[in-house]
């Protein structure tokens, strides 16, 4: 029998990558989606049946984290043996403007999809996507013993969540842990997420398409990832017998300013003639630095991170480039991106 996973945020840059990992293991997956006029699922179109029959391994389900009842009646109707939580107001920024619905979503539809499971009696692993956002502005670098210190509506709503899938994993017997994830970048990265802003941005400029980029905060240094990686590390969170929070990362911190240098710097461009602060992106309260110490997630999973920055950077500035039609740089020899997992279609 195949194993049964519900994902909830399956559209975004995590869940598209989950789910293609999930298929590639032949798991039933099935998907939370909102109702939208125009369609929003262009990270799975790859990944789906156009029959959507009942044969089908990937099935989406319309619904909302705001609705409990229907949550309860997912749970039930899905029976999933894993849930990945990964639905969220995520936006850091955007959090500042909406901080009513991001803790309406980010953190009470944690509470209700916890609810949902604990009612039903359903015995499955949950994962809950949490966020180095949590940790502030605590000193770096950050692990499972940095004390919290969040600095935004979204980081405060995370940290809710946090623990609320402690409280539900030492009360009730949950199988629930919180995956703290430090920022995990990729081609599929939303566009308003500075890594792909910058990407995005210097292939644009490169082709004449564009000419300036907005940015904010150019100090704030951050530990960026690979995103495929990271999904990996969320299903080995819920193989293992006892359910832990655990923190990953790369344990390399770089500066905003960094990101864009080696971008431009890439493709050969100034980019002080093209970067422009705009005061609009940035923070009320800022978060200086962000690091993760993932010594547990290796010890305990034996994972640990593959891509590091610089490569991180250059194949999201390779794909921008591809999508508007232009060929990339010839990689000198320090270019080492060798590795992408089996079960990637690049897409």
């Given at each position: 029998m195949s194993r049964v996973a519900l994902i909830t945020g399956i559209t975004g840059q995590d869940g598209s990558y989950l789910t293609e990992y999930l298929l590639s293991k032949g798991y039933i997956v099935h998907g939370l989606i909102r109702r939208a006029s125009e369609s929003h699922t262009q990270r799975i179109d790859h990944l789906r049946d156009a029959r959507h029959d009942a044969d089908s391994h990937l099935v989406l389900h319309y619904g909302d984290l705001a609705d409990a009842g229907h949550l309860t009646a997912l749970v039930y109707q899905t029976q999933p043996d894993e849930i990945y939580h990964l639905g969220a107001q995520s936006h850091v920024r955007v959090s500042f403007d909406v901080p009513d619905y991001t803790g309406e979503i980010t953190g009470l539809g944690t509470l209700r999809l916890l609810e949902a499971v604990r009612r039903s009696g359903l015995k499955c692993s949950i994962y809950q996507a949490s966020s180095s956002e949590m940790f502030g502005d605590a000193p770096a670098p950050q692990d499972?013993?940095?004390?919290?210190?969040?600095?935004?509506?979204?980081?405060?709503?995370?940290?809710?969540?946090?623990?609320?899938?402690?409280?539900?994993?030492?009360?009730?017997?949950?199988?629930?842990?919180?995956?703290?994830?430090?920022?995990?970048?990729?081609?599929?990265?939303?566009?308003?997420?500075?890594?792909?802003?910058?990407?995005?941005?210097?292939?644009?400029?490169?082709?004449?398409?564009?000419?300036?980029?907005?940015?904010?905060?150019?100090?704030?240094?951050?530990?960026?990832?690979?995103?495929?990686?990271?999904?990996?590390?969320?299903?080995?969170?819920?193989?293992?017998?006892?359910?832990?929070?655990?923190?990953?990362?790369?344990?390399?911190?770089?500066?905003?300013?960094?990101?864009?240098?080696?971008?431009?710097?890439?493709?050969?461009?100034?980019?002080?003639?093209?970067?422009?602060?705009?005061?609009?992106?940035?923070?009320?309260?800022?978060?200086?630095?962000?690091?993760?110490?993932?010594?547990?997630?290796?010890?305990?999973?034996?994972?640990?991170?593959?891509?590091?920055?610089?490569?991180?950077?250059?194949?999201?500035v390779d794909a921008e480039l591809k999508a508007l039609g232009r060929g990339v740089p010839s990689r000198p020899e320090t270019f080492v991106n060798t590795w992408q997992p089996d079960w990637l279609k690049g897409v």
């Open positions: 499972e013993d940095t004390p919290f210190r969040p600095r935004s509506p979204y980081a405060i709503a995370k940290l809710y969540a946090y623990w609320l899938v402690r409280s539900y994993r030492e009360g009730y017997g949950l199988a629930a842990c919180n995956g703290i994830m430090f920022n995990h970048e990729s081609p599929r990265r939303g566009e308003a997420f500075v890594s792909r802003k910058i990407a995005k941005a210097a292939a644009a400029i490169l082709a004449g398409c564009q000419d300036k980029l907005l940015l904010g905060n150019l100090e704030a240094r951050r530990d960026w990832g690979y995103a495929p990686e990271y999904v990996e590390a969320m299903w080995l969170m819920l193989q293992q017998d006892i359910a832990r929070d655990l923190v990953f990362g790369t344990g390399e911190a770089h500066s905003v300013r960094e990101f864009v240098e080696e971008a431009f710097a890439y493709i050969g461009l100034d980019w002080h003639d093209h970067v422009v602060t705009d005061h609009r992106c940035l923070r009320p309260t800022e978060v200086d630095a962000l690091c993760a110490n993932p010594h547990r997630a290796k010890q305990q999973l034996g994972w640990e991170a593959r891509i590091h920055f610089r490569d991180l950077v250059r194949l999201m």
